[in-house]
């Protein structure tokens, strides 16, 4: 039988109660400093922490990439490294497209960014399921390049 430990608060061995995990709350943990929440964490696991100024919270899952990919599309079509990629494809000059393993909640409601050495790279298209990217050269015409990367952030489906 595992043992068990039954506690509502940890508190820091100094002995001034003000620094510790205060798990008494119904469904959320608390991290707190100097008797200020500085995380939250509820039981659906949002995690919520103090930003930069000490006045506002930013909201973890809200502020992490839930998709990018870095690869050539210029010769090879390789791909150096990926992150919830299942699979990158080639759609013609400056056109590359990575399908998402887990696909976003809305076309629409998410943002995504993109970069390449070929001068500029857009957002190619909306879609839930795939980062669509378009590299184009100083001319504006659509151009391979082989350092492309494009990321996309908001709610996962």
Same mark, same amino acid.
């Given at each position: ?6 506690? /509502? ?7 001034? =109660?003000?620094?510790?995990? /205060? ?60 992150? =919830? ?37 857009? /957002? ?20 391979? /390049?082989?350092? =492309? ?9």
């Amino acid at each position: 039988m595992a043992s068990e430990i039954k506690v /509502d608060t940890i508190v820091n061995a100094g002995g001034d =109660n003000d620094t510790g995990i /205060d798990l008494a709350t119904n469904d959320q943990i608390l991290l707190k400093v100097a008797n200020a929440t500085k995380l939250t964490m509820n039981s659906t696991g949002q995690t919520t922490i103090v930003g930069e100024g000490g006045t506002t919270t930013t909201s973890v899952q809200q502020g992490l990439a839930k998709g990018w990919a870095y690869f050539d599309m210029a010769s090879s079509f390789t791909t150096y490294d990926t992150f =919830n990629v299942s699979s990158i494809s080639d759609s013609g000059a400056g056109d590359g497209r990575a399908n998402l393993t887990n696909v976003m909640t809305s076309a629409t409601r998410r943002c995504m960014s993109a970069t390449s050495g070929a001068s500029h790279a857009t /957002d190619g298209g909306e879609s839930a399921s795939q980062i669509q990217m378009v590299a184009r050269n100083n001319s504006h015409t659509n151009a391979d /390049d082989t350092r =492309n990367s494009a990321l996309v952030w908001g709610d996962l489906a």
